[in-house]
């Protein structure tokens, strides 16, 4: 039995890899890019085993460019410069791979900067983690970003059958499903168990997988149970003010490894989403959750993660605002572009009512023709809203 299977096995081309056609299918932009050898800085992220490392070595193999792998755990900044200064002067320049991405200090993002400016490598990173909040502005305005998903149980079953068919392995029924549903969309993690189950016995067994694992990983996206439906399970739960039910999803996801900060993240938008102005101490208490729980991190966190969720689930919902903003937005997008009137432009137009000069509010036209987007839904503090305009309105 051949070690490392993982590796071993690890596509070399396009047309051999598996998974990911939201990026990589016939007509993908990420695809195109590739293929033309039009790819710009790109940081890849999402859960392990789905690719981004072996899609970086087919994009230097396929560029023909030499290819760099670091880790930035134990980056160095002379690492950095030693590349770039050996290709200063060479005609193809190098494609530099940073896994762990995330993990970049400030000051190791800021000495990548000019060498990103000026191209001289191409950059790829990695990471478990999304860059739109681990990577500086800076470094994300010079990069396309690509999210990875978990591997669907048809991508871990074809890659499954390749390799026992190569390797001449015997897998039972119950063993292939359980190598797969037990993996979580996490390829590495599936080849992995079947080298370690093949070392033992090339007849793969049920009962072989299970002393070996004998629990599926905790990533959230076993099965139909994916990072995606427990995310929107807890969701809905608060949305449905299911306290229970929403402190189990959450639950599942902080066992699954779930980052507190995706956690918190989606409480700050939902408190806005869904709870509004029916409550706005929602939207500071799910932002002072945020904050936490990125300097504190688990196990802690999870106390922090549980008293905002109790909260937000209590809390009258209404979406009065998030419908609003929506109907204003496909107004634009369907070409209402009406022109700002003469006396709210800048500087202060003649025409113009200072609403201070009149007790804080006074009549006038603030749009050239009517239109309608918001409805207050009554709930919760949207009723003192309510009843607030009136009264300004009533001063007149």
């Known amino acids: ?52 490392t072996t899609l970086a070595r087919i994009v230097a193999e396929r560029f023909g460019r030499p290819f760099y792998e670091l880790n930035a755990t134990t980056l160095k900044v002379d690492e950095l410069r030693s590349i770039f200064k050996e290709y200063a002067r060479a005609l193809v320049k190098p494609l530099v791979f940073i896994d762990e991405v995330h993990r970049l200090s400030k000051t190791q993002q800021e000495v990548l900067l000019p060498f990103m400016e000026r191209y001289d490598a ?43 068919e190569r390797e ?49 990983l905790h990533d959230g996206s076993a099965s139909s149970d994916t990072h995606y439906n427990l995310a929107s399970a807890f969701i809905k739960s608060m949305r449905g003010s299911d306290i229970d039910a929403a402190l189990y999803w959450m639950a599942r996801l902080i066992a699954g490894g779930e980052p507190p900060e995706f956690i918190a993240r989606r409480m700050v938008i939902f408190a806005s989403e869904d709870i509004g102005n029916a409550n706005p101490n929602a939207l500071g208490i799910a932002v002072d959750t945020m904050t936490a729980v990125a300097r504190i991190g688990y196990p802690e966190a999870r106390i922090i993660l549980g008293q905002c969720c109790v ?6 919902k209404s979406n009065a605002a998030y419908v609003a903003i929506n109907r204003a937005l496909a107004a634009v997008e369907k070409g209402e572009l009406l022109p700002v009137p003469k006396h709210l432009r800048s500087p202060d137009h003649p025409g113009y009512l200072y609403p201070h000069d009149f007790g804080g509010w006074v009549e006038q036209s603030y749009l050239p023709e009517s239109l309608k987007f918001y409805d207050s839904a009554g709930i919760g503090f949207e009723k003192r809203l309510d009843e607030w305009l009136e009264k300004i309105r009533r001063t007149k």
């Open 1 to 52: 039995m051949r070690t490392n299977l993982a590796l071993l096995y690890r596509p070399a081309t396009l047309e051999a890899f598996v998974g990911q056609e939201h990026l990589l299918g016939p007509s993908a932009p990420l695809r195109r890019l590739i293929e033309t050898e039009a790819l710009q800085h790109s940081f890849f992220y999402g859960p392990p085993g789905t690719g981004k």
């Open 122 to 164: 191409l950059i790829i990173g990695a990471s478990t983690e999304n860059p739109y909040f681990s990577l500086t502005a800076a470094m994300r305005s010079r990069s396309l970003l690509f999210a990875f998903k978990p591997l669907e149980p048809r991508h871990m079953v074809r890659m499954l059958e390749r390799v026992a």
């Open 168 to 216: 001449g392995l015997r897998i039972e029924k119950e063993a292939e499903a359980y190598l797969v549903d037990s993996s979580g969309g996490d390829l590495r993690a599936m080849l992995n168990l079947l080298e370690a189950a093949a070392s033992v016995d090339t007849a793969i067994t049920l009962q072989t997988l299970k002393s070996l694992r004998p629990e599926a």
């Open 311 to 316: 909260y937000l689930c209590a809390s009258p």
